[in-house]
């Protein structure tokens, strides 16, 4: 009976970072890859829109703040494996990667080049690759000399192993495996499961003057997130108007902090240009230039938008003459920079886990040990990336954690022989 010494469950960055890191750790350890697709890295290559945003080029003090949920596990990963050290990887293999701001991109925009490099090491180390094995069952088995974990597939194939790496991801794009079959076999094992919900989705609401706006984006704005008139968070980024809601950098991490709430208990409020105060924006209101209310204000913010919030929220007309301005009372006024530094967002929902970046829940951090992501009642079984429960923002956070914690989990794996 062949018996592996480490198996990894899940052919995503954080699987394959996890089945080359234990090979790396200790050359002489049996290692094989196993995944449910005949495709390695399915999710990886539709990651940023395929244009996959590795990491972030900030200090890694900036990617805690970025973690919405339970960033301090996540110290003993980062620590191990820095934003630095994925960048050296890759380049180091020829992948030219860019900057865009502080996201780090492929230097051609395509998630493949990524892929490609992941592949190639796997296979330089001649690590076994499984594809198409779908896991029905895990279960631990001891005799008189040894314990091993002993994994079943849905077509018959057994598999032996004295090690096991989990890392097959949340539950969002299902049809690139990401099913959440094996949170329901964890479970078996008496594992904790935080409820799997999605986070980084756009929000939905049917407000005219949103409805009415479809297509215009803002390259700078304020969310501000209060829980049953307390604040949550506030959060900024760009945002674009669809059809039904808002999307964008802005809207999107502001979902990480409502989808476990019940929308009644939720107020967000928007300030369209926060780089401008409200007595900077009064004075630009009141400013005696001859020109319109809508002209005004357009300097500052799309004329449609504009145009927009002004008729659907406040019900004012187009176009207000300068004259009329002057002889308004500072109520109007007041409304008129309310809706534009704070308007309400009246939310109807947000997308469904079939439109999440990321999943939110999962395996509870107090099931794991941080320092090398083995599970407190099963040391020979560690896990890794978006099963843990936490998340992060935008901008290459989830990502590094994918890497960082399968690099921490195949170097523990592999330095415990």
Same mark, same amino acid.
């Given at each position: 009976?062949?018996?592996?010494?480490?198996? &990894?469950?899940?052919?995503? #960055?954080?699987?394959?970072? !996890?089945?080359?890191?234990?090979?790396?750790?200790?050359?002489?350890?049996?290692?094989?890859?196993?995944?449910?697709?005949?495709?390695?890295? @399915?999710?990886?290559?539709?990651?940023?829109?395929?244009?996959?945003?590795?990491?972030?080029?900030?200090?890694?003090?900036?990617?805690?703040?970025?973690?919405?949920?339970?960033?301090?596990?996540?110290? %003993? !990963?980062?620590?191990?494996?820095?934003?630095?050290?994925?960048?050296?990887?890759?380049?180091?293999?020829?992948?030219?990667?860019?900057?865009?701001?502080?996201?780090?991109?492929?230097? =051609?925009?395509?998630?493949?080049?990524?892929?490609?490099?992941?592949?190639?090491?796997?296979?330089?180390?001649?690590? =076994?690759?499984?594809?198409?094995?779908?896991? %029905?069952?895990?279960?631990?088995?001891?005799?008189?000399?040894?314990?091993?974990?002993?994994?079943?597939?849905?077509? $018959?194939?057994?598999?032996?192993?004295? @090690? /096991?790496?989990?890392?097959?991801? $949340?539950?969002?794009?299902?049809?690139?495996?990401?099913?959440?079959?094996?949170?329901?076999?964890? @479970?078996?094992?008496?594992?904790?499961?935080? #409820? &799997?919900? #999605?986070?980084?989705?756009?929000?939905?609401?049917?407000?005219?003057?949103?409805?009415?706006?479809?297509?215009?984006?803002?390259?700078?704005?304020?969310?501000?997130?209060?829980? @049953?008139?307390?604040?949550? %968070?506030?959060?900024?980024?760009?945002?674009?108007?669809?059809?039904? *809601?808002?999307?964008?950098?802005? !809207?999107?991490?502001?979902?990480?902090?409502?989808?476990?709430?019940?929308?009644?208990?939720?107020?967000?409020?928007?300030?369209?240009?926060?780089?401008?105060? =409200?007595?900077?924006?009064?004075?630009?209101?009141?400013?005696?230039?001859?020109?319109?209310?809508?002209?005004?204000?357009?300097?500052?913010?799309?004329?449609?938008?504009?145009?927009?919030?002004?008729?659907?929220?406040? *019900?004012?007309?187009?176009? &207000?003459?300068?004259?009329?301005?002057?002889?308004?009372?500072?109520?109007?006024?007041?409304?008129?920079?309310?809706?534009?530094?704070?308007?309400?967002?009246?939310?109807?929902?947000?997308?469904?886990?079939?439109?999440?970046?990321?999943?939110?829940?999962?395996?509870?951090?107090? =099931?794991?040990?941080?320092?090398?992501?083995? /599970?407190?009642?099963?040391?020979?079984?560690? &896990?890794?990336?978006?099963?843990?429960?936490?998340?992060? +923002?935008?901008?290459?956070?989830?990502?590094?954690?994918? +890497?960082?914690?399968?690099?921490?989990?195949?170097?523990?794996?592999?330095?415990?022989?």
């Amino acid at each position: 009976m062949k018996i592996y010494d480490i198996l &990894v469950i899940g052919a995503g #960055p954080a699987g394959m970072m !996890a089945a080359i890191e234990s090979k790396k750790t200790n050359e002489n350890l049996n290692v094989v890859l196993v995944d449910r697709n005949r495709e390695m890295g @399915k999710k990886l290559l539709i990651t940023g829109g395929g244009r996959c945003n590795l990491t972030n080029s900030q200090d890694m003090e900036v990617f805690f703040k970025n973690i919405v949920r339970n960033p301090k596990f996540l110290y %003993s !990963a980062f620590n191990n494996f820095t934003n630095k050290d994925l960048i050296e990887f890759f380049e180091a293999r020829g992948l030219n990667l860019k900057i865009e701001g502080n996201k780090i991109y492929p230097f =051609e925009d395509d998630a493949k080049g990524v892929l490609n490099i992941l592949k190639s090491e796997l296979n330089s180390l001649k690590i =076994e690759q499984l594809l198409g094995f779908e896991v %029905s069952d895990i279960e631990l088995e001891k005799d008189t000399e040894s314990e091993h974990i002993f994994i079943k597939s849905t077509s $018959g194939k057994e598999i032996y192993t004295k @090690k /096991l790496i989990i890392a097959t991801g $949340g539950v969002s794009y299902k049809n690139t495996g990401s099913d959440g079959s094996l949170f329901e076999i964890l @479970k078996k094992l008496e594992i904790d499961i935080k #409820p &799997v919900m #999605p986070t980084l989705v756009k929000l939905n609401s049917n407000q005219e003057w949103i409805t009415k706006s479809q297509g215009i984006s803002l390259n700078n704005t304020k969310f501000t997130i209060n829980y @049953k008139d307390k604040k949550l %968070s506030e959060v900024e980024g760009s945002i674009v108007f669809t059809h039904n *809601g808002i999307s964008g950098p802005a !809207a999107i991490n502001s979902s990480a902090y409502i989808t476990d709430k019940e929308i009644c208990d939720i107020s967000i409020l928007i300030d369209f240009i926060p780089e401008v105060s =409200e007595q900077e924006l009064n004075d630009i209101i009141k400013s005696r230039d001859k020109k319109n209310l809508d002209t005004k204000l357009s300097k500052l913010i799309p004329k449609e938008l504009v145009k927009n919030v002004l008729l659907y929220e406040l *019900g004012i007309e187009n176009a &207000v003459l300068e004259t009329e301005i002057q002889n308004m009372k500072k109520i109007q006024i007041k409304n008129i920079i309310d809706a534009f530094k704070c308007i309400k967002l009246k939310l109807t929902g947000y997308g469904g886990i079939n439109e999440a970046i990321v999943t939110r829940g999962g395996i509870s951090i107090k =099931e794991i040990n941080p320092r090398n992501l083995s /599970l407190k009642k099963y040391p020979n079984i560690y &896990v890794a990336g978006e099963m843990i429960d936490v998340d992060a +923002f935008t901008g290459g956070f989830n990502l590094q954690i994918a +890497f960082s914690t399968g690099y921490l989990a195949g170097k523990s794996s592999g330095e415990s022989f």
